[in-house]
């Protein structure tokens, strides 16, 4: 069974940083692709990030360059960090694979991050 968990989320203040995991289990990890997705309250989810097989990363335009998203093949782990959060990021933060063969989605149950001071 397939079980992408989140953890890093939190209270910060604007201008703050945090980093964000996925822990990915019961799958290969490497050749799939995986993504940071958010949803703020009343608002639909987005895609944030995402890297696939080779290592090719996208990102969302208001990404900015305060985001990084990266992976550790041999740990099954997915990263997002960032920097300079501003309000606007106050989301609930998702993980999600995709896997190369037959695009299954994964969803984990996600991580809340709050950017108030």
């Known amino acids: 069974q397939v079980q992408l968990v989140e953890s890093g989320g939190g209270l910060v203040q604007p201008g703050g940083s945090l980093r964000l995991s996925c822990q990915a289990s019961?799958?290969?990890?490497?050749?799939?692709?995986v993504g940071w997705y958010r949803q703020a309250p009343g608002k639909q989810r987005e895609l944030v990030a995402r890297i696939i097989g080779n290592g090719r990363t996208d990102y969302a335009d208001f990404v900015r360059g305060r985001l990084t998203i990266s992976r550790d093949n041999a740990k099954n782990a997915a990263y997002l960090q960032m920097n300079s959060l501003e309000p606007e990021d106050t989301a609930l933060y998702c993980c999600?694979?995709?896997?190369?063969?037959?695009?299954?989605?994964?969803w984990g149950k996600g991580t809340l991050v709050t950017v108030s001071s």
């Open positions: 019961g799958i290969f990890f490497s050749i799939n692709t």
């Open positions: 999600n694979l995709k896997t190369a063969i037959y695009s299954l989605d994964y």
